[in-house]
């Protein structure tokens, strides 16, 4: 998934653990009796948190390669300019770009 995609997710499973610990909150104040009243939200809010814990993973190593290939598009094209700046002040030296 591109990097885009991945942070709207990340986003709505925040609201969505968000709501459903709000809920649970709320039905666990309204009806405190029951046993297993809440089971259904409570395995819900456990699921939620690590699909959110997951695309927050995938988010951030999305993010880490999009940084290194920036870093490596930028050291190019210094490299660029240095040999530029090295043919314009010596028109005679032969440089070849190193690999």
Do not use: C
């Not at 939200?41 to 995938?58: E, N, Q, Y």
Request: charged share 20%; hydrophobic share 55%; net charge positive.
């Amino acid at each position: 998934m591109e990097l885009g995609t991945l942070r709207l997710l990340r986003r709505a499973l925040s609201a969505a653990l968000a709501l459903i610990g709000i809920a649970l909150l709320m039905l666990k104040l309204q009806a405190p009796g029951g046993p297993g009243s809440g089971l259904p939200l409570a395995l819900l809010l456990a699921l939620t948190f690590a699909a959110l814990v997951v695309v927050w993973r995938k988010e951030l190593a999305a993010n880490e390669a999009a940084f290194a290939e920036r870093e490596r598009a930028q050291l190019a094209m210094l490299r660029l300019q240095v040999e530029l700046s090295k043919k314009k002040r010596d028109p005679s030296a032969d440089v070849a770009p190193k690999t």
